[in-house]
């Protein structure tokens, strides 16, 4: 079962910061928070994860609520190459191994 | 490298038939998965290997049997395979599982068309 909700599809025109939300409401103490990308016919993409503290990278930045039970994927300058489904991902630990739960995933399409 | 690669990219198999699905990665991973992943749907997962072990099995059907020769390689095996079969297959890597900067590394997946 899926245990983030996202909304189907987002636009921004390119150039500007691009905010995709998610939900995670049902999350647990040690679970973290994924963020990859599906350009069309390609493998999913890892963007960045965290847990409780907000994080940066090249790619993105990634906001968590105080509560953890949401959020938000930030991509500063969008481009066109940026168009791609965004999944908000939950990383469940299991004995030895570790599972990631995929959303159901964001379209974005950023406009010239 | 960063590169996970899988073999076919595509392929059309009857019901009859058995095919293998090929993925392999030379990064030093030690955790490898396969996933499907059905048209305008996210990723499923399907199995897990942890060094060369089965450690996760999503209640798949035994139609499909997965194997892992070593650890740079991972099989996987379909025999009697059903039209709803039809999809993407991805394989990723990671470097090992349960390590709190693991990302997975995404293969460009093979289409899969039962008929």
């Known amino acids: 079962d899926a245990k983030t909700t996202q909304p189907p599809s987002m636009d921004c025109a390119e150039g500007r910061a691009a905010n995709l939300p998610c939900n995670h409401s049902t999350i647990s103490g040690n679970e973290y928070v994924y963020w990859y990308r599906q350009i069309h016919s390609q493998g999913p993409q890892y963007i960045i994860h965290g847990l409780k503290n907000n994080e940066t990278n090249e790619m993105a930045s990634l906001i968590i609520t105080e509560d953890r039970k949401s959020s938000t994927l930030i991509l500063p300058h969008a481009t066109l190459r940026d168009t791609a489904v965004y999944y908000c991902?939950?990383?469940?630990?299991?004995?030895?191994?570790?599972?990631?739960?995929f959303g159901s995933g964001t379209r974005l399409l950023v406009r010239p | 490298d960063t590169e996970v690669t899988q073999t076919p990219k595509h392929l059309v198999m009857g019901m009859t038939n058995k095919k293998s699905l090929k993925c392999e990665q030379h990064m030093g991973h030690r955790a490898m998965y396969w996933y499907k992943q059905k048209a305008k749907k996210p990723p499923e997962l399907m199995f897990v290997?942890?060094?060369?072990?089965?450690?996760i099995n999503e209640s798949v059907p035994s139609r499909f049997s997965p194997e892992c020769p070593n650890s740079s390689l991972l099989n996987l095996h379909l025999h009697a395979l059903q039209p709803e079969d039809s999809a993407l297959y991805l394989c990723?890597?990671?470097?090992?599982?349960?390590?709190?900067?693991?990302?997975?590394?995404f293969g460009p997946g093979t289409r899969l068309t039962v008929t």
């Open positions: 991902i939950v990383r469940v630990v299991m004995d030895s191994s570790y599972k990631l739960i």
């Open positions: 290997y942890s060094y060369e072990k089965l450690s």
């Open positions: 990723a890597s990671s470097h090992r599982t349960g390590a709190t900067l693991d990302e997975q590394y």
